[in-house]
């Protein structure tokens, strides 16, 4: 039996996604930021998780979190925040950030299916961070001291990870939203969240200058889909890029546990 806790900020202009502003205003980068949390918790809503957990910074909760269990965040670094969460459980948990809402309870799946042989599920990021992380036996020593908001955030998780011995399962790479191009990406991958409407509509109002500069971005990051159905079903984004290099796939990883340390090697953070 599995925990879910989803870790966010109150979705107020000025306090979420600011590195969408400009070209986004604060107050669309927060709605876009409201947009993308509530895919997340519905996602996590549909998993057959023990508790659901919303660790939340903030006054006023989504209403999409209505029914869950509202942990305040403490307070400090990011590493101290997530530290804070596994040492607050006992059960083995999956946390998730709020940056994903092309996620889907489909590729969060596994972790609830079986825990044999596995301590703990990564979700790696394609800036190098990480998405989620799911440990059997909850530590914030795990965490706490991790250089977060790097791009070699995920390669020091795994290597903690490592050096804990404990035996790791991979997931699929995504993209989290960080940046308007993040954004665009995410948006045509699964357009059918709403997240996908929201930049939709964003970009409807968008004022002339701010439109040029959005269509530029989009002319100038523009790729295939990672899955070729992608762009059609709504598929995740599962292949990873730089820093994680493009034949590290879930697919691989999957069927057998494996020690954080090969998956540095699979990474390329470890020679």
């Known amino acids: 039996m599995t925990a879910i806790v989803v870790i966010a900020k109150e979705c107020l202009p000025g306090k979420v996604k600011t590195r969408l502003h400009p070209p986004l205003s604060l107050e669309q980068a927060a709605l876009l930021a409201a947009s993308s949390l509530a895919d997340t918790l519905a996602v996590a809503a549909q998993l057959p998780a023990t508790r659901h957990i919303l660790a939340f910074d903030g006054v006023t909760p989504p209403p999409e979190a209505s029914g869950w269990q509202i942990l305040p965040q403490t307070s400090g670094g990011l590493d101290e925040r997530l530290a804070a969460i596994f040492d607050h459980l006992d059960e083995p948990t999956l946390l998730l950030g709020m940056d994903t809402p092309q996620v889907s309870a489909e590729l969060l799946a596994p972790v609830f299916q079986n825990w044999n042989e596995t301590d703990a599920w990564f979700g790696p990021a394609n800036d190098g961070g990480f998405w989620a992380l799911a440990l059997k036996n909850p530590s914030g020593a795990l965490l706490r001291g991790i250089p977060m908001s790097r791009s070699d955030t995920g390669?020091?998780?795994?290597?903690?990870?490592?050096?804990?011995?404990?035996?790791?399962?991979l997931l699929p790479a995504l993209t989290d939203i960080d940046t308007i191009t993040d954004a665009q990406t995410v948006a045509s991958i699964a357009p059918h969240t709403r997240f996908a409407r929201a930049f939709a509509g964003v970009r409807a109002s968008a004022q002339p200058g701010d439109a040029n500069q959005l269509a530029t971005e989009r002319r100038s990051t523009d790729r295939p889909p990672a899955d070729g159905r992608a762009a059609a079903t709504g598929a995740p984004d599962l292949h990873p890029v730089a820093p994680y290099p493009a034949d590290l796939h879930s697919a691989d990883l999957h069927p057998a546990a494996t020690r954080a340390a090969d998956l540095l090697t699979l990474t390329g953070t470890r020679s």
């Open 155 to 169: 390669a020091h998780q795994l290597e903690r990870l490592d050096q804990a011995g404990l035996t790791v399962r």
